[in-house]
């Protein structure tokens, strides 16, 4: 840095795009840059001294997690789409970030504002059209998997009409009892589990090893596997089966995105205080199986996770969308980040996760 430049930080405050309020203890405002007024509608001077709830005629905001996660815990929060109407009667829809500071070893909150309606509007429009999209692939998927049964079914019930042998009928009926038995099995995959998760504590390394060695990667020579452990990470509480289901199920796809060669990675980690959305994990297992594959195709990335979603052939696509459901049964989250020549799936399993989760 030039040590000749000097910056005027009061300046640089009140420049910002982006409104700022600070809050005192009381989430009483203490100061406000000038896009904070040209956002609430409200000049610098009327907004001193306002509790922060009084600059709304109505909001959603979560001040209780203002005081006790930002102001004792010191925690982060993040609120992303927070419908409010300002005192002008105008209405919105912001994106909220606090973060704690100490100023004279007094507690304050600085508070961000951002106003999302264009980009929510934009992302509206960009989700619609995936979701129609992945609701014609998976009208299409499922057309194709329920056709042949029926066929199957059809067939057989017009050879019973004028079948006399009685083999032959025996053999048409455990035609029919198969086909149907087909559909049913599609339909079971299409809801998802349905049987809540067996949690126990885990060595999540043993649970690794034990995946690993169901996918032979080991023996495969041309595909070089990395192992980035964790030695000190605890036992975990979950359901071991659920989750070498889905641990099973990405480093399958690694390997048919690999074929004859390549490298996958497995890391694990523990994360502090992480932030997703409106959820926050004080402490989380997280698992990262990384490959250095073609990448996931970019029509396929905003509906990576929906049933009947897949571009390999013969791919059911029910095996992501399982796998997010068994992750939200231990209140937990797995992510996608993929460009040319890299994929990672990222799994983040909260210690505290001992409810029985979701169905």
Same mark, same amino acid.
Request: net charge negative.
């Given at each position: 840095?030039?040590?000749?430049?000097?910056?005027?930080?009061?300046?640089?405050?009140?420049?910002?795009?982006?409104?700022?309020?600070?809050?005192?203890?009381?989430?009483?405002?203490?100061?406000?840059?000038?896009?904070?007024?040209?956002?609430?509608?409200?000049?610098?001077?009327?907004?001193?001294?306002?509790?922060?709830?009084?600059?709304?005629?109505?909001?959603?905001?979560?001040?209780?997690?203002?005081?006790?996660?930002?102001?004792?815990?010191?925690?982060?929060?993040?609120?992303?789409?927070?419908?409010?109407?300002?005192?002008?009667?105008?209405?919105?829809?912001?994106?909220?970030?606090?973060?704690?500071?100490?100023?004279?070893?007094?507690?304050?909150?600085?508070?961000?504002?951002?106003?999302?309606?264009?980009?929510?509007?934009?992302?509206?429009?960009?989700?619609?059209?995936?979701?129609?999209?992945?609701?014609?692939?998976?009208?299409?998927?499922?057309?194709?998997?329920?056709?042949?049964?029926?066929?199957?079914?059809?067939?057989?019930?017009?050879?019973?009409?004028?079948?006399?042998?009685? *083999?032959?009928?025996?053999?048409?009926?455990?035609?029919?009892?198969?086909?149907?038995?087909?559909?049913?099995?599609?339909?079971?995959?299409?809801?998802?589990?349905?049987?809540?998760?067996?949690?126990?504590?885990?060595?999540?390394? *043993?649970?690794?090893? +034990?995946?690993?060695?169901?996918?032979?990667?080991?023996?495969? +020579?041309?595909?070089?596997?990395?192992?980035?452990?964790?030695? +000190?990470?605890?036992?975990?509480?979950?359901?071991?089966?659920?989750?070498?289901?889905?641990?099973?199920?990405?480093?399958?796809?690694?390997?048919?995105?690999?074929?004859?060669?390549?490298?996958?990675?497995?890391?694990?980690?523990?994360?502090?205080?992480?932030?997703?959305?409106?959820?926050?994990?004080?402490?989380?297992?997280?698992?990262?199986?990384?490959?250095?594959?073609?990448?996931?195709?970019?029509?396929?990335?905003?509906?990576?996770?929906?049933?009947?979603?897949?571009?390999?052939?013969?791919?059911?696509?029910?095996?992501?969308?399982?796998?997010?459901?068994?992750?939200?049964?231990? *209140?937990?989250?797995?992510?996608?980040? +993929?460009?040319?020549?890299?994929?990672?799936?990222?799994?983040?399993?909260?210690?505290?996760?001992?409810?029985?989760?979701?169905?």
């Amino acid at each position: 840095m030039d040590q000749n430049i000097t910056f005027d930080l009061d300046k640089i405050w009140q420049s910002l795009s982006t409104a700022v309020l600070l809050l005192d203890a009381q989430l009483v405002i203490r100061d406000a840059n000038y896009s904070s007024s040209e956002l609430l509608g409200l000049s610098t001077k009327r907004l001193f001294g306002l509790a922060i709830d009084k600059v709304f005629n109505h909001h959603h905001i979560d001040l209780d997690k203002l005081s006790k996660y930002v102001l004792q815990d010191g925690v982060d929060c993040q609120q992303h789409r927070v419908d409010v109407v300002f005192v002008d009667s105008r209405a919105a829809t912001l994106s909220l970030h606090a973060r704690r500071f100490f100023h004279l070893q007094q507690p304050y909150i600085l508070l961000e504002l951002r106003r999302i309606d264009d980009e929510l509007r934009f992302d509206q429009a960009s989700n619609q059209m995936h979701q129609f999209q992945a609701a014609r692939t998976l009208i299409r998927g499922l057309a194709h998997e329920i056709k042949n049964p029926l066929g199957g079914i059809r067939g057989a019930a017009q050879l019973l009409q004028y079948e006399s042998d009685q *083999q032959e009928r025996e053999e048409c009926a455990n035609l029919i009892i198969e086909q149907a038995d087909r559909l049913r099995e599609l339909v079971d995959r299409l809801l998802g589990p349905n049987q809540l998760p067996q949690k126990e504590p885990c060595n999540i390394h *043993q649970t690794l090893e +034990s995946v690993i060695k169901l996918t032979t990667l080991e023996s495969n +020579s041309r595909i070089k596997l990395v192992k980035d452990y964790d030695p +000190s990470i605890p036992s975990i509480v979950l359901d071991q089966a659920k989750i070498q289901q889905v641990l099973l199920n990405i480093l399958r796809n690694a390997q048919q995105a690999l074929g004859d060669s390549g490298q996958i990675m497995i890391t694990t980690r523990i994360q502090h205080r992480l932030h997703r959305g409106e959820r926050l994990m004080k402490k989380a297992l997280l698992i990262r199986i990384s490959d250095n594959g073609p990448g996931i195709a970019e029509e396929l990335k905003e509906t990576l996770f929906f049933p009947m979603i897949t571009n390999k052939e013969g791919g059911s696509g029910l095996g992501l969308s399982i796998a997010q459901t068994l992750i939200e049964q231990h *209140q937990g989250l797995i992510e996608c980040d +993929s460009w040319p020549g890299h994929t990672e799936f990222s799994i983040f399993l909260p210690f505290d996760n001992t409810g029985t989760g979701n169905q």
